[in-house]
């Protein structure tokens, strides 16, 4: 396989807090293709999602802000012309679709950035509602608020990675069945993971602690379905709404 230089970049990643004690600048990184040395970047575009070296991913969440208000200031123009159906098709093609993208693989974010990602839902609500939008108008329009939308698309993700016999090997979760109890032998059930915010720690995290019952269906529909209603009832606990 060749490899064409000018789209081939290599990056050093490390996390932020290690980075403030050992700086990555004395750590070159000498690849080449044939006698050409390979560009070093401090952050890189992968299957449109940007990785930065310390994983803030503050990158990317500043591309979906900046891309997402460009495209709301157009929908804007369509404001008074669209019906409320249409507004609310053109928020979730063009907006929503971009905040879920691949949202399971850039965490964990700060509090920050999900203020963020959030006060760029509510906009695209107002523009939905032709008028300022609060909470209560997001889960009016059946959609769940940053917080547990993201906890629902990863959710998706743990099952497709239990179940999905396609699902890559690299990226395959830890399980544990549980014999003690005979009515519970064929539920998932994660080893604990030391590393905080890694995948395996995330699936341990939200999917160990859901309902029985929950973790019983095996069909992704129905899981989707149950695992939905879940995380709309946290939202209005959280909201107190």
């Known amino acids: 396989m060749s490899l064409n230089q000018s789209k081939t970049k290599t990056i050093l990643f490390s996390t932020k807090r290690l980075s403030s004690v050992h700086s990555l600048d004395p750590y070159p990184l000498k690849v080449h293709i044939d006698v050409d040395s390979l560009k070093r970047e401090t952050s890189v575009k992968l299957l449109g999602v940007f990785f930065d070296q310390h994983l803030t991913w503050q990158n990317h969440i500043t591309h979906i802000i900046s ?17 409320f159906q249409i507004r609310k098709q053109l928020a979730q093609i063009y907006i929503m679709t971009k905040i879920d993208y691949m949202d399971y693989i850039y965490s964990p974010l700060t509090q920050y950035q999900i203020k963020q990602l959030q006060r760029l839902q509510l906009v695209t609500c107002s523009f939905v509602y032709g008028k300022y939008a609060n909470y209560q108008d997001i889960l009016n329009l059946k959609w769940l608020p940053i917080i547990e939308r993201r906890k629902f698309n990863l959710l998706k993700t743990i099952f497709k990675a239990v179940y999905n016999e396609n699902w890559p090997n690299t990226c395959r979760l830890e ?44 069909k992704y529909n129905e899981f989707c379905t149950a695992i939905k209603l879940l995380c709309f009832k946290e939202a209005e606990q959280r909201l107190l709404i």
Request: proline share 5%; charged share 20%.
């Open 67 to 83: 891309t997402s208000y460009g495209k709301l200031s157009i929908l804007k123009k369509l404001e008074h012309f669209a019906p």
């Open 175 to 218: 399980i544990k069945r549980q014999n003690r109890i005979l009515r519970n032998i064929d539920i998932p059930f994660f080893q604990f993971s030391t590393f905080n915010d890694t995948f395996q720690y995330q699936a341990q995290t939200h999917f160990n602690s859901l309902p029985i019952e929950v973790k019983r269906l095996t």
